[in-house]
């Protein structure tokens, strides 16, 4: 992921084997990572049960929130690609009944916009 790509806001794809190891204390018996991202100083891993958000905090990120989102309560999603003059995809969850995207996230042409449309379909629809 390059540098000004993560200056924009855009994540860039990251191993699942390197977020099983750098986050297995989150993980429970049998959830595997099947995807992630890394924005910055910020994570999301989409695990074979749920989606999970590493917020990094402060100014020397050592403050983290692990925030925890089930498929089951993801009620619709949206993925737009990037386009010519647009170089960022963007993808947005909505949880529960809210009118507004409760997650709002933008990816650099690296990302395939449709793997994470794939996972998410597989655990929610």
């Known amino acids: 992921m390059g540098l000004f ?11 699942p084997e390197n977020l099983e190891k750098e986050y297995s204390n989150l993980l429970i018996e ?3 990572v099947e995807i992630g991202f890394k924005l910055i100083r910020d994570t999301f891993i989409f695990t074979n049960k749920r989606l999970i958000l590493v917020d990094k905090q402060g100014l020397t990120g050592s403050k983290t929130e692990y925030y925890t989102v089930g498929y089951k309560s993801i009620t619709r999603f949206s993925v737009e690609t990037s386009g010519h003059f647009d170089l960022d995809a963007e993808l947005k969850i909505w949880i529960s009944s809210e009118v507004n995207p ?3 996230k933008k990816f650099n042409k690296s990302v395939n916009i449709y793997d994470v449309q794939k996972v998410l379909a597989k655990h929610v629809l």
């Open 30 to 32: 049998n959830e595997s």
């Open 102 to 104: 409760s997650i709002s």
């Open 5 to 15: 790509s993560s200056l924009l806001g855009n994540a860039g794809t990251v191993e």
